[in-house]
Nanobody, 127 residues
Framework: QLQLVESGGGLVQPGGSLRLSCAAS????????ISWFRQAPGKEREGVSC????????TYADSVKGRFTLSRDNAKNTVYLQMDSLKPEDTAIYYC????????????????????WGQGTQVTVSS
């Protein structure tokens, strides 16, 4: 059974940076496509970024494109979300999610396509 644990959240000023980590245990992360979602108070959970099993392709929501970078280190069973130029509207709980994928090159957009979720990490962008 795959288990995911996020870390790296916190309070940061606008324009600052944070790096979120999603560490997996119980199975090799190399079998899974991984996404980050976020949920702000009173809003629905939304997709932020996705990375394929191979790591060859990443996708980003328009709101974070050019500011966030998603990467994976399958040897360390960890996925990283580098967040730069943070804005107050990035404030949310960030969740990583995994879906076992036959394809090495597929990403998935919807929350109901993912089988495993972490507990979330709070990111607050405020001066």
């Amino acid at each position: 059974q795959l288990q995911l644990v996020e870390s790296g959240g916190g309070l940061v000023q606008p324009g600052g940076s944070l790096r979120l980590s999603c560490a997996a245990s119980g199975s090799s992360l190399g079998y899974y496509a991984i996404s980050w979602f976020r949920q702000a108070p009173g809003k629905e959970r939304e997709g932020v970024s996705c990375i394929t099993r191979s790591g060859s392709t990443t996708t980003y929501a328009d709101s974070v494109k050019g500011r966030f970078t998603l990467s994976r280190d399958n040897a360390k069973n960890t996925v990283y979300l580098q967040m730069d130029s943070l804005k107050p509207e990035d404030t949310a709980i960030y969740y990583c999610a995994a879906r076992r994928s036959v394809s090495h090159y597929a990403c998935y957009d919807r929350t109901n396509e993912y089988d495993y979720w972490g507990q979330g990490t709070q990111v607050t962008v405020s001066s």
